[in-house]
């Protein structure tokens, strides 16, 4: 982004922060007029206890599709620190492409997004994740829901094996604060911190931010991220709230395709060679997001909920990346390209939840209606050829930086309109019905720059939902659940054409249960997934994409996590998928026949991950240790061919003491037996692998 646009972005998050502290000072000064007789504090439920929009009020055991919370207690167990790491819990979760370390990428449930975007998210029920703003980190973050299967019916437009909702850490009436300070492998250095606090009576404010400089395993790379997600809560009355939150980032990150195979073969470079050039500088991609909830409980049955979020994303800069000609004579081309987009995304949305009865029977409903605006701006000068290096002895900066020439140059506008309705009836104490639709209508422009054409299409669609669960006992429930979704595709084809948007079905039937007095809870689901007009990259280095036609999903799943014990808990999710391109195609980029049956990219068949906790007292001090470890079978690594990405398991530890009341100290290894292993690839030429054995060190003030 130039000096402009972060100038901008700064100038209005200072402006936010001071009308924050203004409201602070001043409901500070009117709490201190409170005669002293009335200003007794009265108990009040934490903010972070709001209803989460789509969600209803439904137990797990009485919801027809398969669900993982993932909450923070898992996720500092586990050491996650960004939403790569948080999903790596959820076995239904495959790592996809990220796009040189700039943004996340997965498939849920075989079936990856739109591959020209990031995955799309949510953030407290808002489609909310659109953009260009780099890796999502984790701090502010209370929990990460992985929410399985048929969703369009409320979420709409979402991904056809199920959506991610991150529920952010939101303020308390209680003061607490948190500074932790950490030190790791590779001069990683990173600082959060996080405090809330009532400022009145009615209104609690919360301040999170984190600051992360950090090198790598990867030869040249350095990278430096920066945070603060300040939000304020105002209890308007005994039935009213309104919340603000404001997410603020900025990253500078190199972009790093990784390594590559040598005529099929991976491991033949070592694991920390870069083949970009370190002249080039970081990519910087910020971000400035807002959302405003208003909560309003008309009576103990019925409340509405009304919101807004509105998200800037930039991402612009250099990057030299290896072409796909292969190895020759030890050296491989490469390519020059400087980006420039910019996103905007709006969301609006209403929602009026409740139950009643008729016809002796039980209602629960979840009604609205929700709009939302995606502006993609992208803007590609390229430059091809006579940028070789030796893959075995690079040397950097041989060649004068050359002048690039537009490729890329257009903006993308999506619309779409959409009202919902979902009824869960009881049919008896034990039998309940769940129906839903969504309607919604939807309008995509292309405006071509670059050749000075303009395209425009338009979609009207129903999407409905149905599902049934039967409680067997009290702690156990059979469901199944069947529904539809379609995706508006961004990009366009190599005519310049945009594309009919992706429509989906998904089916799903499964098992519910707990174990242990209620303290272990688990899933077994077994789910198909179909889809068509799915997208692949057509041709990588103009930005062109192809539809391909049908694909198919089927596979089982195993989640529990919970109490084994008082002092010992389990976290276990497994998933088995076979996800498989339906239909035979030629891909003209790369010139080959890619067969009925292949495998989607980047999809193991098989994977785990698992985790044991075990709560103790250390030389009289409380205490915690465990370990977990991810199991991600052989994958297809290049689409269309028999290029595998090998199966890997890497392990972790920590230990965790309370050294006092305030203080604690965390010590953690990760890739405990330093397994080399590739996370995930587009073509055998852009591999990532993965980190080495790593060690971090943390303390932990509370105050």
Known sequence: MNTNKKGLKLTYLSTCLVSLFSSQGMAADKNEQIDSANASVIERLAVTGTRQAYQGNFSPLETPQSELKIDLEALEDAGALNLNQALDLSASVARQNNFGGLWNSFALRGFVGDENLPSNYLVNGFNAGRGFGGSRDLSGIESVEVLKGPRAALFGRGEPGGTVNLVTKRPTFDTQGELKLSVGSFDTYRADIDYTTPVSDDVAIRLVGFYEDAKSFRDTIETTKQGFSPSIAWNINDNSQLIFELEYSDQEVPFDRGVLAID????????????????????????????????HDFNDNWSVLLGANYRDTSLEGFATETGFDGVIDGEVNRFRRYRDYDAQYQVFRGELTGHIKLGGLKHRLIMGVDS?????????????????????????????????TSNTDRIEIQKSLGVFIQDQISITDKLDIRVGARFDDYEQTLNNRLSDTKSKQSESRISPQFGIVYEVYDSISVYAAY??????????????????????????????????DGALFGTVAVFKVEQDNMLVVDDPTVFTSAAIGEAQSKGVEIDMNGELTEDLTLWLSYAYVDATIQNSFFDANFGFNVDAGSSLLNIPENQVS??????????????????????????????????????????????????????????????????????????????????????????????
């Open 264 to 295: 099929g073969e991976l491991g033949l470079i070592p694991e920390s060679r870069f083949l970009g050039e370190p002249g080039d500088g970081p990519i910087e991609a910020d971000v400035l997001g807002h959302q405003l909830e208003f909560i």
């Open 372 to 404: 939302d605006r995606f502006e993609n701006d992208q803007v590609v000068l390229r430059v091809r050829g006579d940028q070789y290096i030796n893959v075995f002895n690079p040397v950097y900066g041989a060649y004068p930086l050359p002048t690039s």
């Open 483 to 516: 529904g539809e979704n379609f995706r508006p595709l961004s990009g366009t084809d190599s005519n310049g054409d945009g594309f009919e948007p992706n429509q989906s079905t998904s089916a799903e039937v499964g098992v519910k249960f707990t174990l242990n």
């Open 610 to 703: 698992l985790q044991l906790v075990k709560s103790t007292e250390l030389y009289g001090k409380a205490a915690k240790y465990g370990g977990g470890l991810v199991y991600v079978g052989s994958r297809n690594g290049f689409f269309g061919t028999d290029f595998k990405l090998p199966s890997y398991t890497t392990a972790r530890a920590f230990v965790d003491v309370d050294v006092t009341k305030s203080f604690g100290l965390r010590a953690e290894v990760d890739n405990l037996f330093d397994e080399t292993y590739y996370t995930n690839s587009f073509a055998d030429v852009w591999v990532q692998p993965g980190t080495p054995r790593s060690v971090r060190l943390t303390g932990t003030f509370k105050f």
